[in-house]
């Protein structure tokens, strides 16, 4: 201030009125303008002047990706029918389809380490990774999970590259300033601004992800899908997911997905797992509405209330019941499924959770340890043979760690259904199909199917648990 006081004395400008006068006081002032510091903005008053400092920093970490699926033309309906093969023999065949994808992605280490979507490169045979300084890498996938639609690469022969250190997502407060970068439409690396918007979505996105996000009004379109989600410190809070809309473009509701969940998959590929194990909690349940609380006896509503329980949950064993409303895991509020799934994902498997429980009209606390479904009893996984009556029908007992890969009810027993093999389409077999009886045979493990189609009945009648309801499929031989 002294110095722009110094300089209007030296100026000797007395009069703003005339346009001359003005015009001599931007050239005063020009030398200081000139000389004034580049950095990264310190503050709100700064960032209003330019977030050109802190993209400077920053854009070099948020690089394009370019994926290749090979797919197969859609089957005919006579395929690997043995009477129609003969006469239709090398007619609609399935010839394999090149696909592309675009994206972006973050660079989390100086080796290479990134994080993406799922739905980017999940299914790729081949991913081309272009940073911003124009250098090329070829990648591949440590590991995926569609359900959360995440996925950690490395690149090939990768080193001293620029990254984005993470921020605990759980600091993010709704009104901060963020950045989105990405690759849009591939017209390029391209920053857009704007705020977060709404904190504990869960639900509300379309795309491949379910679960917990944050949501920005920051415009997000086609090709932003891996991209960063940055503050003003220039650290990652998110990856851009997907966005909300009717017309296919940004409509200023977008999502992200918390910096804190990136980094449970980042340890978790690091550790050399492939695929993402989100803690187990053998339960089910529903958010507590107006009406809930009141009988409850809440202030408001909030919560989840359980409906149902698995005898070997974790949170069975460390005393929650079905009708408790558990209220918060880790000192953090959960109000529905996806936000508790989330805050155990977080945690990771091998830790304790501190839960927070309504059970009796009193609150409660207890420590419930993380594991995965349990792969007991064994599945005792098969697959029918040739002569069988379904050929290649593939089976598994049903346990814990089945339920929670086929997302069955919590009480299912018998024989789930894990391929349809060549014929069991035609019969109206289903994958995810519990099979519990065959001709009024009770069925408990794969071996009974198979005693049951190899007595050579005419007539077949399969009694199936499909979701919540009860369907008999009957066909003959």
Not at 142 to 166: C, R, T, V
Not at 394 to 417: D, H, K, Q, Y
């Amino acid at each position: 201030m002294l110095a722009v006081i110094s300089v209007l004395k030296r100026c000797d400008l007395h009069i703003f009125g005339t346009l001359k006068r003005l015009v001599l006081l931007l050239v005063c002032l020009g030398p200081l303008w000139a000389h004034a510091e580049t950095r990264v903005p310190q503050s709100a008053a700064e960032i209003t002047l330019s977030f050109a400092p802190l993209v400077r920093e920053t854009a070099p970490a948020v690089v394009n990706i370019y994926a290749r699926f090979v797919t197969e033309s859609r089957r005919t309906p006579f395929m690997d029918d043995p009477f129609f093969d003969r006469f239709f023999e090398g007619f609609g065949r399935p010839e394999p389809r090149v696909q592309n994808s675009l994206g972006s992605g973050v660079i989390l280490s100086a080796d290479g380490i990134i994080v993406s979507n799922y739905h980017v490169v999940g299914m790729a045979t081949d991913i081309r990774v272009v940073l911003a300084d124009r250098r090329e890498f070829t990648a591949r996938v440590l590991l995926g999970d569609a359900e959360s639609d995440l996925a950690i690469l490395q690149l090939e022969g990768a080193e001293d590259l620029p990254f984005l250190p993470l921020r605990t997502s759980d600091t993010v407060e709704v009104g901060e300033l963020v950045l989105a970068i990405g690759n849009p439409f591939g017209v390029g690396q391209t920053v857009s601004s704007g705020i977060v918007s709404g904190l504990a979505r869960s639900g509300a996105a379309t795309g491949s992800g379910r679960g917990y996000f944050i949501q920005t009004d920051a415009p997000i379109n086609p090709g932003n899908s891996g991209g960063a989600l940055i503050d003003v410190r220039g650290e990652l809070i998110g990856v851009n997911t997907s966005i909300l809309t009717r017309s296919g473009g940004s409509n200023g509701i977008g999502f992200a997905i918390p910096s804190d969940l990136v980094a449970a998959f980042v340890a978790q590929a690091q550790d050399g797992r492939t695929s993402f194990a989100r803690p187990w909690a053998g339960m089910g349940g529903q958010p507590v509405d107006a009406e809930m609380a009141e009988a409850f006896g809440l202030e408001r509503p909030g919560g989840i209330i359980i409906s149902a329980m698995h005898a070997d949950s974790p949170f069975a064993q460390a005393g929650v019941s079905v009708g408790d409303v558990i209220t918060a895991v880790d000192g953090q509020p959960v109000n529905t499924p996806p936000e508790m799934v989330y805050r155990m994902s977080v945690t990771g498997l091998g830790q304790r959770a501190r839960i927070s429980f309504l059970s009796g009209g009193e609150m409660r606390e207890t420590e419930v340890r993380l594991i995965a479904a349990p792969d007991v009893p064994d599945r005792e996984a098969l697959t029918l043979g040739p002569d069988d009556i379904l050929p290649g029908l593939g089976l598994a007992r049903v346990n814990p760690a089945v339920i929670a890969e086929f997302n069955l009810p919590l009480e299912s027993t018998g024989v789930v259904v894990t391929d349809a093999g060549r014929f069991g389409g035609r019969v109206g077999v289903r994958v995810g199909d519990v099979i519990v009886g065959i001709n009024d045979r009770p069925v408990t493990r794969p071996r009974d199917v198979v005693d049951a189609f190899r007595a050579r009945a005419r007539n077949y009648a399969l009694s199936v648990i499909r979701g919540t309801q009860r369907v008999v499929l009957r066909f003959g031989v």
